[in-house]
């Protein structure tokens, strides 16, 4: 209004018209934009708690198969009739220790260990340390391949 007043060109007056305009469109482009930015987010958001939910539940489910395997582990060492030192030389053996790292663990020498550990290899009747993770793997081996 005050530029038609004071004589400013058409052209001119045409320009700033144009500039408010399209000043408008991006307001109103930038408000649909971030709307849907906002609800890509909350699907996101959505699914993030749904695969949050999932791993829980799956780490529950580790943790109570870890549970079943060491009391499984455990009763089979009973069977063995294996001492408590023995169990612990075993249970590390199984976890892939080396005699060395086992009597560090254990605070015992290593020759104590090896003892130990040929006492385990007699009771379960097994011929070494690879016997012996196999032993209690191949259960699992089998029952992966029945279920393939």
Same mark, same amino acid.
């Given at each position: 209004?005050?530029?038609?007043?004071?004589?400013?060109? #058409?052209?001119?007056?045409?320009?700033?018209?144009?500039?408010?305009?399209?000043?408008?469109?991006?307001?109103?482009?930038?408000?649909?934009?971030?709307?849907?930015? #906002? +609800? !890509?987010? !909350?699907?996101?958001?959505?699914?993030?708690?749904?695969?949050?939910?999932?791993?829980?539940?799956?780490?529950?489910?580790?943790?109570?198969?870890?549970? =079943?395997?060491?009391?499984?582990?455990?009763?089979?060492?009973?069977?063995?009739?294996?001492?408590?030192?023995? !169990?612990?030389?075993?249970?590390?053996?199984?976890?892939?220790?080396?005699?060395?790292?086992?009597?560090?663990? +254990?605070?015992?020498?290593?020759? #104590?260990?090896?003892?130990?550990?040929?006492?385990?290899?007699?009771?379960?009747?097994?011929?070494?340390?690879?016997?012996?993770?196999?032993?209690?793997?191949?259960?699992?081996? =089998?029952?992966?391949?029945?279920?393939?």
């Amino acid at each position: 209004m005050v530029d038609l007043s004071l004589n400013v060109p #058409t052209s001119h007056i045409i320009e700033e018209s144009m500039i408010v305009l399209l000043a408008g469109l991006m307001a109103v482009y930038l408000i649909f934009d971030m709307r849907k930015r #906002t +609800r !890509k987010t !909350k699907l996101l958001l959505a699914e993030l708690n749904t695969a949050n939910a999932r791993l829980s539940s799956m780490n529950n489910k580790l943790r109570n198969v870890k549970a =079943q395997y060491l009391h499984e582990v455990e009763n089979q060492f009973n069977d063995w009739s294996l001492t408590p030192s023995e !169990k612990e030389v075993a249970l590390f053996m199984l976890k892939g220790l080396s005699t060395q790292e086992i009597a560090a663990a +254990r605070n015992t020498k290593e020759k #104590t260990v090896r003892q130990q550990a040929s006492a385990v290899y007699a009771k379960s009747q097994l011929e070494g340390r690879y016997a012996l993770a196999a032993w209690f793997f191949e259960d699992i081996l =089998q029952q992966e391949d029945k279920a393939a």
